[in-house]
T-cell receptor, first 114, second 113 residues
Framework: GAVVSQHPSRVICKSGTSVKIECRSL??????MFWYRQFPKKSLMLMAT?????????EQGVEKDKFLINHASLTLSTLTVTSAHPEDSSFYIC??????????FGPGTRLTVL | SQKIEQNSEALNIQEGKTATLTCNYT??????LQWYRQDPGRGPVFLLL?????KEKRKERLKVTFDTTLKQSLFHITASQPADSATYLC????????????FGKGTMLLVSP
């Protein structure tokens, strides 16, 4: 149990376009979902925390208007990178928490902005 | 500021030996400490969680220790196998928020046959 999926796994887009990434908890209801970004050989950096039905809480330095998060249900959260630029190219990973402490991570989405 | 340090250099060991990875932290009082495995181009996979009032936890060939006085956790893989080669991430959860994780950069482990 505790499987989290992400779609797409890889996306290449042109500068200025928007990209939506989906995160789903397949076999459990997640109380909280998290979005991370990871640059090569760097640690995962938390971008935002979201609870179903409420606004996401963004970490300092993360633009909420650029990285739109919608947590529509207990099994689905989406991250939309608006007006993407090459510096947004990164590995985006979501996770879902069932309860205290343990998070289950998705396989990640590789975003490349040309 | 909060800091989590893991050995930045890759750890190379021979198959069958015990691998020991270190996680040190400063300016932090975590309620939970977790270890994850991450393969290239993949999301982290949860391995073990240890609470602040626990000294040691085991799961099959894995063992984690947590010393809140030294502010250190050690992660051991006994009888290591080439399939254990991956990057291992240490992550801490604060006392005040049960699910928010702060990750270290990870240590790459390479197990040679």
């Amino acid at each position: 149990g505790a499987v989290v999926s992400q779609h797409p796994s890889r996306v290449i887009c042109k500068s200025g376009t928007s990209v939506k990434i989906e995160c789903r908890s397949l076999d459990f209801q997640a109380t909280t979902m998290f979005w991370y970004r990871q640059f090569p050989k760097k640690s995962l950096m938390l971008m935002a925390t979201s609870n179903e039905g409420s606004k996401a809480t963004y970490e300092q330095g993360v633009e909420k208007d650029k990285f739109l998060i919608n947590h529509a249900s207990l099994t689905l959260s989406t991250l939309t990178v608006t007006s993407a630029h090459p510096e947004d190219s990164s590995f985006y990973i979501c996770s879902a928490a069932k309860g205290a402490g343990e998070q289950f991570f998705g396989p990640g989405t590789r975003l490349t902005v040309l | 500021s909060q800091k989590i340090e893991q050995n930045s250099e890759a750890l190379n060991i021979q198959e069958g030996k015990t691998a020991t990875l270190t996680c040190n932290y400063t300016n932090y009082s975590p309620a939970y400490l977790q270890w994850y495995r991450q393969d290239p181009g993949r999301g982290p996979v949860f391995l073990l969680l240890i609470r602040e009032n626990e000294k040691e936890k085991r799961k099959e060939r894995l063992k984690v220790t947590f010393d809140t006085t030294l502010k250190q956790s050690l992660f051991h893989i006994t009888a290591s196998q080439p399939a254990d080669s991956a990057t291992y991430l240490c992550a801490l959860s604060p006392s005040s928020g049960y699910s928010t994780l702060t990750f270290g950069k990870g240590t790459m482990l390479l197990v040679s046959p």
